[in-house]
Nanobody, 115 residues
């Protein structure tokens, strides 16, 4: 069973930074696209960023220029560097990939941006 485990969330002040990690097991990450999603209280889950198996990154307009996605295929880990965080970035962040014909999700990590 493919497993994804997020970490790195926490409480940060506006303007601060966090680096999220997503560790993937039982899957060769270099063969799949993988992405970050988030869900804020009372809102639907939305896409934040993704990186293709070739290493091309894509970003939502709301985070472009502030967030950077990267992957380490040797460590089978996905990263999201988040800079200049804003209160609207507060959400539970999930990583997800589609493999073997289905979507796999982690349990999420909470990011709270507040002064």
């Amino acid at each position: 069973q493919v497993q994804l485990t997020e970490s790195g969330g926490g409480l940060v002040q506006p303007g601060g930074s966090l680096r999220l990690s997503c560790s993937i097991s039982r899957l060769h990450l270099d063969r799949y696209d993988i992405g970050w999603f988030r869900q804020a209280p009372g809102k639907e889950r939305e896409g934040v960023s993704c990186v293709t198996f070739r290493g091309v990154g894509y970003y939502a307009d709301t985070v472009r220029g502030r967030f950077t996605v990267s992957r380490n295929n040797v460590r089978n880990t996905l990263f999201l560097q988040m800079n200049n965080l804003e209160p609207d970035d507060t959400a539970v962040y999930y990583c997800s990939t589609n493999a073997y014909g289905r979507n796999f999700w982690g349990r999420g990590t909470q990011v709270t941006v507040s002064s």
